[in-house]
């Protein structure tokens, strides 16, 4: 069972940028997919960034040209750089193991606490 810590999150002001980080407990090149999500309050959990071994990413479309996602093997961990970050980012950013169904993502392993994300002037 895959462990995964996120880091990074914090405040900032609209137009400003965060790199999130994830650091699992094993190697990330054996696990074929992995992902970001946020939960906003009042709102679904949702999918921002997927990445595969591939070497494939899939954005949303409210971040999609803003924030990218990148896989450091060396390190075992998961990035999301997010840039011109807009109140509506504002949330807490988990990552996760990824399992393929059909052409639609899902989460795979446990949630751990995530990281806060606050955008705000």
């Known amino acids: 069972q895959v462990q995964l810590v996120e880091s990074g999150g914090g405040l900032v002001q609209p137009g400003g940028s965060l790199r999130l980080s994830c650091v699992a407990s094993?190697?990330?090149?054996?696990?074929?997919?992995m992902g970001w999500y946020r939960q906003a309050p009042g709102k679904q959990r949702e999918l921002v960034a997927a990445s595969t071994q591939s070497g494939i990413t899939r954005y949303a479309d409210s971040v999609k040209g803003r924030f990218t996602i990148s896989r450091d093997i060396a390190n075992n961990t998961l990035y999301l750089q997010m840039s011109d970050l807009k109140p509506e980012d504002t949330a807490v950013y988990y990552c996760?193991?990824?399992?393929?169904?059909?052409?639609?993502?899902?989460?795979?392993?446990?949630w751990g606490q995530g990281t806060r994300v606050t955008v705000s002037s």
């Open positions: 996760n193991e990824l399992r393929k169904i059909n052409s639609d993502y899902e989460p795979l392993g446990s």
């Open positions: 094993l190697d990330i090149d054996r696990i074929t997919y």
